[in-house]
């Protein structure tokens, strides 16, 4: 089984940044998902397992910055934060291809809150 662990969430103003990270117990296509109240989860951004390649999903783009190190931890760093930003990010993996198609494992998740 695939430990995935996240951290970085909080309270943030609009226009603010928060920086979030995820570290998985081995080297795998990596990505963000968030799940708004009483919403689906939604996919925001995801970098293949080597790094050489990462989406964003359009609501994010030019905002949200997905990057991971040679090991096993990805981050997400999220700037010019907006209210409809907030939702609870959870970090995905997928041990199966190359870059996410399909998440097989989950992290908990971490709250990010943004609010005046």
């Known amino acids: 089984q695939v430990q995935v662990v996240e951290s970085g969430g909080g309270l943030a103003q609009p226009g603010g940044s928060l920086r979030l990270s995820c570290t998985a117990s081995?080297?795998?296509?990596m990505g963000w998902y968030r799940q708004k109240p009483g919403n689906e989860r939604e996919f925001v951004a995801s970098i293949t397992y080597k790094g050489a390649n990462k989406y964003h999903a359009q609501a994010v783009r030019g905002r949200f910055t997905i990057s991971r190190d040679t090991g096993n931890t990805a981050y997400l760093q999220l700037n010019n934060l907006k209210p409809e930003d907030t939702a609870v990010y959870y970090c995905a993996v997928d041990t199966i291809n190359w870059r996410v198609e399909r998440p097989d494992y989950w992290g908990q998740g971490t709250q990010v809150t943004v609010s005046s």
């Open positions: 081995g080297r795998y296509a």
